[in-house]
DNA sequence: GCCATTTGACCATG
DNA sequence: CATGGTCAAATGGC
């Protein structure tokens, strides 16, 4: 929980999913994070928040044991994030990470130096954590490789419940650090409730910053606020780049492929509503 | 002594 | 009842 990854030799590749279930009305993301051995394997759990692992727990057929962690300010701040940590069967380098819940507290950045409190150690171990911005960066810098919209999973789902498919892919954009980044279902409570997955939480060794688009918004803690998400928002984040193969701007940044479904149900009245 | 981790027990759910 | 998730006492490091 202590160490830092330097931003020189921490190379790994990030499959973030997003499993926008239905459950609990709590946002629930996995994140798939490979570190190259080579790297100094310290394992993936340095994401910028601070955590509290409370257990670990042996997965049927599953090889390795699974980890579950809390926000370090569950309490303090009333934050009740929480991940699990499960190596991957096929590749021990990989780590699977599902983060449910969004953080509440404030400690996630390193650039907060709040007034003193009586919880002195809270900011211990945030100076040379990257902010939320940059580690979006990164990935947004990787997302030139490849971004598709997948919406296969609608019909597996309660549309009712889950409006949202949203499978971006990144990969093999950069150099050695690819990463892919799939986002599934995304329903209510995800958007609304300062939701904030893994592409815009506090990671990277990187120092950019990102915003998605109008519709998304930075607040002082890495974490993307939408501001509203009307149909016509999203039109305007994917539309540019449905038959072309120019880099349409998303943000800051611009987009080497983007592919969109055109069955996507942006006009469905759930969606995003 | 404080705090995080470990680990077996307990609980919830299907 | 099997499995996954959480609790909390014990343990260890600083």
Redesign the pocket.
């Known amino acids: 929980?202590?160490r830092r990854v330097s931003a020189a030799d921490f190379h790994w590749s990030t499959n973030l999913f997003l499993d926008g279930y239905c459950r609990k009305s709590q946002p629930t993301w996995t994140e798939q994070v490979k570190v190259s051995a080579e790297s100094g394997f310290e394992g993936p759990t340095d994401d910028g928040y601070?955590?509290?692992?409370?257990?670990?727990?042996?997965?049927?057929?599953?090889k390795y044991p699974?980890?579950?962690?809390?926000c370090?300010y569950r309490h303090m701040q009333n934050c009740w994030a929480?991940k699990?940590v499960q190596r991957s069967d096929d590749d021990p380098t990989v780590f699977d990470i599902t983060y449910?819940g969004s953080h509440n507290c404030h400690h996630a950045t390193y650039c907060a130096p709040q007034p003193t409190s009586p919880e002195k150690?809270e900011f211990k171990n945030q100076a040379v954590y990257p902010t939320g911005q940059q580690y979006s960066n990164q990935v947004l810098m990787n997302l030139r490789a490849n971004l598709r919209v997948n919406t296969n999973d609608l019909d597996k789902n309660d549309p009712a419940a889950c409006h949202f498919s949203f499978v971006p892919t990144f990969s093999s954009g950069m150099t050695d650090d690819n990463r892919h980044f799939q986002i599934s279902h995304v329903d209510d409570n995800l958007i609304g409730s300062g939701y904030s997955p893994s592409f815009v939480s506090p990671t990277t060794p990187e120092s950019n910053y990102f915003s998605v688009s109008s519709s998304s918004q930075m607040n002082g803690y890495g974490m993307v606020h939408n501001l509203h998400h009307s149909e016509s928002d999203l039109t305007d984040i994917f539309s540019a780049n449905t038959s072309t193969t120019s880099s349409p701007i998303v943000g800051d940044f611009s987009l080497d492929h983007l592919e969109l479904d055109p069955n996507f149900p942006f006009d469905n009245p759930n969606f995003f509503s």
């Open positions: 929980m202590k601070s955590w509290r692992k409370y257990g670990q727990k042996d997965i049927l057929r599953a699974r980890s579950y962690y809390r370090t929480t699990q449910r150690q």
